[in-house]
């Protein structure tokens, strides 16, 4: 008997999902309604390949689909090219997704965070849900469920406008949805600089049945020596001191070893690397956007590290907690570190989640 449960195998049957796409060129979605804008090429000659322009603290609404449904796929770009003082755009711009009419987002993420690049600039990405190629092509290929309706929108904080915002959501209409599907969830937290013996949150608060779907990890380390040693612990349904899942180091749970170590000649370089679940696809020690001629562009290291649980979920019935510990190694032994951690946690659960903590303001998510 064939396994009908994945690969290409699962590609040959039939879904009878209605599909459609939201874009500037049919902001509804609506059937045989796209591409309709006139260009100087004339009506349906590409006239309207994006939102021309987002103003400073305007909110545009990308989707507004109704029904039941499942959108597969989300690309977007954007220019990096502001002001020097505003270039941060990856970070100023908030990507919010909210389902079946509820009033607080499930996802509420700066843009480049949510597609695993940190630090208010792009670099490819090679996942199997994420994947960003040259120059910022975005693209997420989650599957995002919906039961009544779902709202996609993105807010512009920065204080210039944002010149041509182009984005395509791809999504199949069906009947009905079955009864356990989950809604997906992402959400964005920070810690400026970490307290000594105290973990970084990734995710609390969240109550209700689920899995979780993946971490990843925006590091810049303000201390010399080995940043890696802090073990990623998984408290679920109830768990109070003691999680229930509790990895072995920062590096091993993001699927390296050894320091990520080419010992090239005498001195240790880490590599880099993006796979389907497991990538370290950045790291710089240089502020390559610096258009100042007058200080040198150092600044703190900055490492992404993406980890996505898709074929290992990590399940959860009542409730789930998630944290980072930041410990290093130096001459044989380990300490506590301070460094500046951003995470974005993803996940899936039974309904919308409600309590969110609220975002910082724009400054305080910019890089160091």
Not at 286 to 308: A, K, Q, S, V, W
Request: hydrophobic fraction near 30%; proline fraction near 6%.
């Amino acid at each position: 008997m064939f396994d009908l449960s994945g690969g290409m195998i699962a590609a040959m049957m039939l879904t009878h999902g209605r599909s459609r796409t939201v874009n500037a060129e049919n902001p509804t979605g609506e059937k045989g309604k796209g591409g309709m804008a006139a260009s100087d090429l004339g009506k349906g000659r590409k006239g309207a390949p994006c939102i021309p322009n987002i103003l400073p603290g305007e909110t545009k609404m990308l989707a507004e689909i109704k029904g039941a449904g499942i959108i597969n796929h989300i690309w977007m770009t954007v220019t990096d090219k502001l002001s020097e003082k505003n270039r941060f755009i990856f970070r100023d711009l908030v990507l919010r997704m909210y389902w079946d009419g509820a009033e607080e987002p499930s996802v509420e993420c700066p843009l480049g965070d949510f597609f695993c690049c940190g630090f208010g600039r792009s670099y490819d990405v090679h996942s199997m849900p994420i994947v960003v190629l040259p120059r910022n092509g975005f693209n997420s290929y989650f599957a995002m469920p919906f039961r009544e309706k779902a709202r996609i929108t993105i807010e512009n904080q920065n204080e210039e406008a944002v010149p041509g915002f182009f984005y395509q959501v791809d999504y199949c209409l069906y009947d009905d949805l079955p009864e356990d599907v989950g809604y997906f969830h992402a959400q964005w937290r920070r810690s400026r600089i970490t307290e000594t013996g105290k973990d970084h949150v990734i995710l609390e608060g969240v109550k209700g049945s689920g899995q979780y779907m993946g971490t990843f990890l925006a590091l810049q380390t303000l201390e010399r020596y080995w940043w890696g040693e802090g073990e990623v612990k998984f408290y679920l349904d109830g768990d109070n001191e003691y999680p229930t899942i509790c990895g072995t180091g920062t590096e091993d749970y993001f699927g390296g070893a050894w320091s990520f170590a080419d010992l090239n000649g005498e001195r240790m370089r880490e590599q880099t690397y993006s796979t389907l679940f497991l990538g370290y696809p950045f790291y710089s020690r240089h502020d390559e956007g610096i258009r100042n001629n007058y200080h040198n562009d150092e600044c703190p290291p900055m490492r992404g590290l993406y980890r996505f649980h898709i074929p290992d979920p990590i399940c959860f019935e009542k409730d789930i907690r998630v944290t980072l510990q930041q410990m290093g190694s130096c001459h044989g032994g380990i300490f506590e570190r301070q460094d500046d951690v951003t995470t974005v946690a993803y996940w899936y659960q039974d309904k919308p989640n409600e309590g969110s903590p609220k975002l910082p303001e724009r400054k305080e998510r910019w890089p160091r």
